[in-house]
C-alpha cells in the first residue's frame, strides 16, 4: 500500500509533471508527499568552480565559490518554496527537504522512508550519455532504491486504468504483485498484457497471472499478443487502453542493458504515459 510517496525536483518543467501525478496520486490514495531538492555536491567542490570559471575566461576570486554556494541556495530555496506553493494549491501539506550530496545517493538514501518514487523522465541535468536512455540518476534509483519508480512523461495525463506487461521473470512477478495492490488501493482496471507467440508459453503464464491474482483476490484482465516486446507494448499505449503501464525493470541479460539499451529503457523513451518500475 502506498502512503508516501518522494518526489525529487530540480525546478525543471518536467519535474513539474512528475508532481502533477504526484499530487494526483496522493490525492486518489490519501497518501502524503514528500519532496527532496538535492544540491549536487560535484557543483560546489572546489575543482569543479575551477573548471567552470575557466571555461568562461573569469580566473576564481577570493570568495568566488561562497558566491557560487550562496547563489545554489537561493536557487534551491525558490525550488522548494514552489514545490512547496504547487502543493498547497492542491490541498496538500508536503514534507520537503534541502540536501547537499551526490543527486542518486541522497535520493536513494531518502526513499528508505517512501512507497513509491516520482521522477522525471528528463531532469534539468540529463545527459544522454551518461546513463543510457533513462539518465544516470533515474537508472541508477530505479537498480538500487528497492522502490517502484514512476518515470512521469512530458505531459500530464489523468489515470484511469492501468496496465502490466507480464514476462513471467522475477522482476515481472514483482511488478504483478504491485499492480494488483495499485489497482484494488486507487479502483483502477488492471490490463496483463503477455507478448509471446508460443501458446505454451502463453498457457504458463495466463496461468501464473491467474494464481496470483486470485490468491491476492484481485481483477485482472489478459491479453496474449504476438510480436516484439517494445514494439506491441507502445503500439498498447498508443492506442490508449490504459493510462499507466507496469513493467519488471531489467528483467534480462545485463550486458544488453548496458550497451543496446533494454526492453524497459525503450518504452520509457518512447511512452507518452507514466511507467512504473519495480526491480
Same mark, same amino acid.
Given at each position: 500500500?502506498?502512503?508516501?510517496?518522494?518526489?525529487?525536483?530540480?525546478?525543471?518543467?518536467?519535474?513539474?509533471?512528475?508532481?502533477?501525478?504526484?499530487?494526483?496520486?496522493?490525492?486518489?490514495?490519501?497518501?502524503?508527499?514528500?519532496?527532496?531538492?538535492?544540491?549536487?555536491?560535484?557543483?560546489?567542490?572546489?575543482?569543479?568552480?575551477?573548471?567552470?570559471?575557466?571555461?568562461?575566461?573569469?580566473?576564481?576570486?577570493?570568495?568566488?565559490?561562497?558566491?557560487?554556494?550562496?547563489?545554489?541556495?537561493?536557487?534551491?530555496?525558490?525550488?522548494?518554496?514552489?514545490?512547496?506553493?504547487?502543493?498547497?494549491?492542491?490541498?496538500?501539506?508536503?514534507?520537503?527537504?534541502?540536501?547537499?550530496?551526490?543527486?542518486?545517493?541522497?535520493?536513494?538514501?531518502?526513499?528508505?522512508?517512501?512507497?513509491?518514487?516520482?521522477?522525471?523522465?528528463?531532469?534539468?541535468?540529463?545527459?544522454?550519455?551518461?546513463?543510457?536512455?533513462?539518465?544516470?540518476?533515474?537508472?541508477?534509483?530505479?537498480?538500487?532504491?528497492?522502490?517502484?519508480?514512476?518515470?512521469?512523461p512530458d505531459k500530464f495525463l489523468e489515470i484511469e486504468?492501468?496496465?502490466?506487461?507480464?514476462?513471467?521473470?522475477?522482476?515481472?512477478?514483482?511488478?504483478?504483485?504491485?499492480?494488483?495492490?495499485?489497482?484494488?488501493?486507487?479502483?483502477?482496471?488492471?490490463?496483463?498484457? *503477455? /507478448?509471446?507467440?508460443?501458446? =505454451?508459453? %502463453?498457457?504458463? $503464464?495466463?496461468?501464473?497471472?491467474?494464481?496470483?491474482?486470485? #490468491? @491476492?483476490?484481485?481483477?485482472?484482465?489478459?491479453?496474449?499478443?504476438?510480436?516484439?516486446?517494445?514494439?506491441? *507494448? /507502445?503500439?498498447?499505449?498508443? =492506442?490508449? %487502453?490504459?493510462? $499507466?503501464?507496469?513493467?519488471?525493470?531489467?528483467?534480462?541479460? #545485463? @550486458?544488453?542493458?548496458?550497451?543496446?539499451?533494454?526492453t524497459t529503457s525503450q518504452i520509457i523513451r518512447k511512452?507518452? /504515459?507514466?511507467?512504473?518500475?519495480?526491480?
Amino acid at each position: 500500500m502506498i502512503k508516501k510517496i518522494l518526489i525529487p525536483t530540480d525546478g525543471s518543467p518536467n519535474s513539474f509533471t512528475a508532481l502533477d501525478y504526484g499530487i494526483y496520486i496522493a490525492l486518489k490514495l490519501n497518501a502524503t508527499i514528500s519532496g527532496l531538492h538535492v544540491l549536487d555536491v560535484n557543483l560546489l567542490q572546489g575543482p569543479m568552480l575551477t573548471d567552470i570559471s575557466g571555461a568562461v575566461g573569469m580566473p576564481p576570486y577570493d570568495g568566488f565559490f561562497d558566491a557560487v554556494q550562496t547563489s545554489l541556495n537561493e536557487k534551491a530555496d525558490f525550488i522548494v518554496n514552489d514545490f512547496r506553493e504547487y502543493c498547497q494549491r492542491a490541498g496538500l501539506k508536503p514534507e520537503i527537504n534541502k540536501v547537499i550530496g551526490k543527486i542518486d545517493e541522497i535520493i536513494i538514501e531518502e526513499a528508505a522512508t517512501a512507497d513509491f518514487i516520482l521522477m522525471a523522465k528528463k531532469g534539468e541535468h540529463f545527459h544522454l550519455k551518461e546513463g543510457g536512455l533513462l539518465g544516470s540518476v533515474a537508472e541508477a534509483v530505479i537498480r538500487h532504491s528497492g522502490k517502484p519508480v514512476l518515470i512521469a512523461p512530458d505531459k500530464f495525463l489523468e489515470i484511469e486504468s492501468m496496465g502490466i506487461a507480464f514476462d513471467g521473470s522475477p522482476p515481472a512477478q514483482k511488478a504483478l504483485d504491485f499492480s494488483l495492490s495499485l489497482s484494488q488501493q486507487a479502483a483502477w482496471p488492471l490490463t496483463a498484457i *503477455i /507478448i509471446t507467440s508460443d501458446t =505454451e508459453k %502463453a498457457t504458463r $503464464l495466463t496461468a501464473q497471472i491467474e494464481e496470483t491474482a486470485a #490468491r @491476492l483476490d484481485y481483477e485482472c484482465e489478459i491479453i496474449v499478443l504476438p510480436g516484439k516486446e517494445v514494439r506491441e *507494448i /507502445i503500439k498498447f499505449i498508443e =492506442e490508449g %487502453a490504459v493510462e $499507466l503501464m507496469v513493467m519488471g525493470a531489467y528483467g534480462h541479460n #545485463r @550486458l544488453r542493458d548496458l550497451f543496446l539499451g533494454s526492453t524497459t529503457s525503450q518504452i520509457i523513451r518512447k511512452s507518452s /504515459i507514466p511507467v512504473v518500475l519495480t526491480r
